[in-house]
């Protein structure tokens, strides 16, 4: 007896996930596997969404939510979709799997850190950060607890806890690395170049305050691709701790002078499209590569789903 049709529905906001990107994947599944019956949606037009997932109904289903459907939810089979989690929570999920994060505390009354066990320099930043905002580096010693109201208006810190993280030389120029998965495999894989006014000459080699910037994601960086198996593989390990997450955005670095690979955070709320992004659209246009074509975005998408239909459609 043949095996029944099953359902594999994609679930996408026109705005933050492009929906040609999933139409050619589902036109590849279509024609590769014809147990497999994929749809797209978009969740700007409710009323195809809904009848989208009435048909749903009649055969087992799995529902990638690229974007959070309303007013109507998938009522029959497996959902795969992104969380919204403090970045606490995250760095808590991230050491629980073993992944290789930089040594951090939550800034609390209490708070003292020793120079001895955290080197002379540490990170600081919000715990709801967004895009290297207000992440800094100072003197360990000197890093206190602080009370919401003792921020300056707008910053961060009022509105959530701030984090103390180990520092990680990554070069003279600050140097990370982003690598986007969907469910599981690479979709693209980009490395950050930061232009800062102050390059290091070593390790720690900060002016007395501290203060000094290594976002090397902010204005001015350098963008290129890349292939490195040992990031792709340490990403990979990153998404078997989501694996309900369809799609993670995993920032790596490496230590300049040790080799050694750390996660930043993996961004599991979803917002990390590159390939439909103006961010993402600048940087092709700047640097003249093809985000798509780097690992076949199709092509990844394609097979990915496939994979998950097979085995988790219900």
């Keep these: 007896m043949a095996a029944s049709r099953i359902n594999l529905s994609f679930f996408c ?15 590849l599944i279509r024609d590769r596997y014809p147990r497999i019956i994929p749809a797209v949606y978009s969740t700007a037009r409710w009323l195809p969404t809904g009848l ?22 998938p009522v029959r089979g497996t959902v795969l979709r992104h969380v919204t989690i403090s970045k606490l929570d995250e760095l ?19 708070t003292r850190l020793d120079p001895a066990e955290w080197g002379p320099y540490v990170v600081t930043k919000p715990s709801n950060g967004l895009r ?4 800094r580096v100072r003197k360990t010693a000197g890093v206190r607890y602080r009370e919401a109201h003792e921020f300056e208006e707008g910053h961060l810190g009022r509105e959530a806890p701030m984090i103390a993280q180990e520092f990680v030389f990554t070069g003279h120029m600050p140097v990370s ?21 102050r390059p290091l000459t070593g390790r720690y080699e900060f002016s007395a305050t ?18 490195d198996p040992d990031i792709i593989d340490l990403a990979r390990r990153v998404h078997a701790a989501f694996p309900e997450v369809p799609v993670l955005g995993v920032d790596v670095i490496r230590d300049a002078e040790t080799g050694r690979l750390y996660v930043l955070e993996c ?19 700047e640097f003249g590569f093809d ?6 975005a199709a092509e990844v998408i394609a097979e990915a789903s496939a994979d998950a239909a097979l085995r988790l459609a219900k």
């Design 210 to 227: 501290g203060g000094h910037s290594i976002v090397a994601t902010a204005k001015g960086a350098r963008v290129s691709l890349v292939f």
């Design 92 to 110: 808590r999920r991230l050491d629980a799997a073993g992944i290789p994060v930089p040594r951090w505390t939550e800034i609390v009354p209490e």
């Design 291 to 296: 985000l798509r074509s780097q690992f076949g």
């Design 177 to 197: 690395h982003r690598v986007l998965m969907f469910l599981g495999r690479p979709v693209v894989a980009i490395r950050y170049e930061g232009r800062v006014q």
């Design 13 to 27: 906001f026109p705005k933050r996930f492009a929906l040609e990107d999933f139409v050619a994947a589902a036109r």
């Design 132 to 135: 290297g905002a207000y992440v």
């Design 267 to 285: 961004n599991p709320s979803g917002s990390t499209w590159l390939l439909s992004t103006r961010g993402g659209k600048r940087m092709e246009a």
């Design 52 to 73: 989208g997932i009435v048909r749903q109904l009649a055969r087992p289903t799995l529902s990638v939510e690229l974007d959070r459907v309303r007013p109507v939810r």
